[in-house]
């Protein structure tokens, strides 16, 4: 996993698989880069990611409260076709923006 700064905004470079037996791992490290940097905007790159379950779901919403609860934006790209049909079907679209 990457990390890429960017003044306030940071990437994260996710890699593999998101489901129940990596989730609760990247929960604590995308906390402690929240807690540590406090950026103002958070950018998923799902490029390497070949799949995500529902815990992958609660994992990016429980983030998305914790980065507005500070103000802050999460955002995702780089979403294959089953990934980006899982965040469709879940509205995560609803609140969460898709950036190029």
Known sequence: MQIQTAKKQKTLRLKGEIDHHTA??????????????????????????????????????????????NGAELCVTNLNRQIDKVFRLAGLYQIIKKVK
């Open 24 to 69: 609760e791992a990247l929960r604590r490290k995308m906390d402690k880069l929240i807690g540590d940097e406090q950026p103002d905007r958070l950018i998923l790159d799902f490029s390497e990611v070949n799949l995500m379950d529902s815990s992958g779901i609660g994992l990016i919403l429980g983030r998305y409260k914790k980065l507005k609860k």
